[in-house]
């Protein structure tokens, strides 16, 4: 079915643009100047207020006037002005009315300020421009150069941590050599190591530790991190509220995989530092502060430049912030950092990556050169502006004529249309972005259609998966069964069945595989088969699982595993057989007399299956354990995966197995139909409005008196 087409353009012997467009209002040609002067009361106020100041302009010329005389002049005077400022009023209605009326006059009104206007905002905008990339070229180099100093500190730390975790005997020699061979190398006079013993003792130490007194333990904060601390501690401030950085690194030595102690190296950030980030950077730290400016409510500028290095201009100063550590606490606080430089030097450090002679200049001589050039060009352009005007006001008229007829053939549907105008001005930027905006809707629409493809793959794969889980009862006299399997997105990766046995016993199997979509359901399909087969041939959970991950790890992507639990249940000689792999724990319910049980969580050691790494096999048969259960009538056996106990509420806070006991304990006399109710309830109410972000699978399992089960999914 094609597009609507889009109204016909009027040719050219039909065209009556000048005729379409209203006349200008002439109201003010109604009244002359001269009818304005004589017949309207300003212009009387103006005649009456000029003859006033005339005869007072006289009679001061021949003697001093009176009082009355000097207040009529006041009030002539106040006429005046407002007569004066009524006409004024008027003849800028006069001007609007006759000279804006037209689109193409307000075009070249518009063109007479871009010779003044633009020019000044541009030399403003640049002058802005300037300042802002010095801002943040100079914070930019400072940082990258205070970088170079925290990464560069890490070198001696990795070093004398590696050789002491060797030779811990010589721990004093390492570290002594290593910091001479660091300050000078790295050329950090300031550079202070120590050693410091994990099981207490002398603390050694190399270097000057004046900046500081030497900490003589690592705080527990850093302790608890799993990667080594690296970053800045800021000394206590100063009389002026200033402080002092500090870059630190601390690495752990370890001797034959126990932690023997930590290095620790410190950078003070002052004197010689400071004109070494100098000469690096071309940035000079004037000024340290500790603590987020806005807690104080303070502007960080206004704050800084109350220090000594307040009578720079503004285009020599900076600011950046770091984050300092407080080595005590581990908070984490914000250093502002006042910084100065000399905007030559900037360019300088940014241009020396352009010193490529190029024939009689070098490369940045030579983009200064060009920018020289395009100034010129600027004013030339801005000179010829008015000349262009008409040309300019011919070309916008095409220009929105072509916007309308696209916006047009948009409205009725037709998202291939294009806009073709070869300028190269805002308008064509504006019609660019209109061909832009008509292809993202046309891709919008081919996406919201694959979209709805994909839906419906997945909505037939979750059929697929839902269809491997039991459908029918199972019949298992003296045992009453029921499960429930909810996905937390269309196709999830948990696994639930039952597999009748020889000699009427049952097989129940639950397993959760890693991850979801339809890889996870094409792993659980492969899962159903192997356990559908080999549940025949091996009698001992422990051999089927063995056999299941020997299989099945070989297939499995490396990124992917599974956890399960398979148990045997033979009511004939009430003994349920169980192996866990890797799954959550079984909850188990012994009968009583009493009303009040308690629920034993059943946690057999086992590895999960189907790991891809050298000697998972022989590891996973060595950790799995194989349990039985002498069952009575009435008890309750309850198996689940992780997005039951897993369940998050809006707080973020876990359901838990603790939760799931308590239930299973309180509810237990119930019918395993009732009791899964129960548990769904208390899920949904702990749950709340948060979403479900993983998928919850149980089987609940009660010995009964009754002859048959059937399983509720």
Not at 267 to 280: A, K, N, S, Y
Not at 346 to 353: D, G, N, P
Not at 375 to 387: D, K, R
Not at 595 to 612: E, F, I, N, Y
């Amino acid at each position: 079915m094609g597009s609507p087409r889009p109204p016909a353009e009027p040719s050219a012997g039909r065209r009556r643009e000048p005729a379409s467009l209203p006349p200008a209002p002439d109201v003010d040609t109604t009244v002359s100047a001269r009818d304005l002067l004589i017949k309207s009361w300003p212009g009387w106020l103006f005649i009456g207020a000029t003859l006033v100041k005339a005869v007072v302009a006289v009679i001061r010329s021949i003697v001093e006037p009176p009082t009355v005389v000097q207040v009529l002049s006041s009030i002539a005077t106040i006429g005046l002005a407002i007569s004066v400022g009524y006409f004024v009023w008027r003849l800028f209605l006069l001007v609007k009315r006759r000279l804006l009326w037209r689109v193409r006059r307000k075009l070249i009104v518009s063109y007479i300020f871009i010779g003044v206007v633009p020019a000044l905002l541009l030399v403003g905008f640049f002058v802005l421009g300037a300042w802002v990339l010095l801002l943040n070229v100079s914070a930019y180099l400072f940082k990258d150069g205070y970088d170079d100093v925290v990464r560069n500190a890490t070198l001696p730390a990795d070093a004398a941590a590696a050789e002491i975790g060797r030779s811990p005997a010589g721990a004093r020699e390492t570290l002594e050599r290593i910091q001479r061979n660091g300050a000078a190398g790295l050329r950090y006079p300031m550079l202070a190591m120590a050693f410091i013993p994990a099981a207490g003792g002398e603390v050694i130490r190399a270097g000057e530790w004046e900046h500081v007194e030497m900490p003589p333990s690592i705080p527990d904060w850093v302790l608890s991190k799993p990667d080594p601390f690296v970053g800045t501690i800021a000394l206590a401030p100063d009389s002026r509220g200033e402080s002092e950085l500090v870059v630190r690194v601390v690495r752990g030595a370890s001797r034959g995989g126990r932690r023997i102690g930590s290095v620790l190296v410190d950078v003070p950030i002052e004197g010689q530092m400071i004109d070494r980030l100098h000469e690096t950077t071309g940035v000079k730290a004037a000024s340290v502060r500790i603590g987020p400016v806005d807690q104080a409510g303070n502007d960080p500028r206004g704050e800084l430049r109350n220090t000594s290095v307040q009578s720079e201009s503004l285009f020599r100063q900076s600011v950046t912030f770091l984050d300092a550590v407080d080595w005590t606490t581990g908070e984490t606080r914000r250093a502002t950092v006042l910084l100065t430089y000399r905007p030559q030097e900037l360019y300088q450090k940014v241009s020396r990556a352009q010193s490529t002679q190029l024939g009689p200049v070098t490369l940045s001589q030579g983009i200064l050169l060009v920018v020289i050039v395009v100034g010129i060009l600027f004013l030339v352009i801005e000179l010829i502006a008015l000349i262009m005007g008409l040309a300019l006001a011919r070309s916008i008229t095409s220009s929105v004529h072509q916007l309308f007829l696209g916006t047009e053939r948009v409205r009725y549907g037709d998202f291939t249309h294009r806009i073709t105008i070869n300028t190269k001005d805002q308008l064509g930027e504006l019609a660019t972005s209109f061909n832009q905006m008509t292809a993202s809707i046309e891709n919008l629409l081919q996406t919201a259609a694959e979209k709805k493809r994909l839906e419906e793959e997945l909505r037939i794969a979750r059929q697929i998966q839902m269809s491997l889980l039991p459908r029918g009862p199972v019949e298992v006299p003296g045992l009453g069964v029921t499960a429930l399997c909810v996905p937390a997105r269309e196709v999830g990766g948990d696994y639930y069945d039952f597999f009748p046995l020889p000699d009427d016993r049952l097989g129940v199997l639950i397993a959760d595989v890693a991850g979801k979509g339809t890889s996870a359901a094409l792993y659980m399909a492969e899962l159903k088969g192997l356990v559908l087969s080999l549940s025949q041939i091996y009698q001992s959970p422990r051999q089927l699982l063995i056999e299941v991950n020997r299989i099945i790890s070989a297939n499995l992507d490396s990124r992917s595993f599974i956890t399960m639990t398979y148990a045997v249940l033979d009511l004939g000689k009430s003994i349920m057989t169980y192996a866990r792999a890797g799954h959550t724990p079984l909850i188990y319910l012994p009968a009583g007399a009493s009303s009040r049980r308690d629920a034993q969580v059943l946690t057999p050691d086992g590895l999960v299956l189907g790991l891809r790494i050298d000697g998972a096999e022989q590891k996973f048969a060595e950790l799995l354990q194989e349990e039985r259960i002498t069952l009575h009538t009435g008890d309750v056996i309850v198996l689940y995966t992780d997005g039951i106990t897993e369940a998050m509420n809006v707080d973020s806070d876990l359901f838990g197995e603790s939760r799931l006991s308590r239930i299973v304990e309180e509810h237990g006399h119930l019918d395993s139909g009732a009791l899964r109710e129960r548990i769904l309830r208390e899920i949904e109410a702990f749950v709340g409005a948060a979403d479900q972000h993983d998928d919850m699978t149980m089987i609940l399992m009660k010995v009964e008196r009754a002859a048959a089960a059937r399983v509720a999914v």
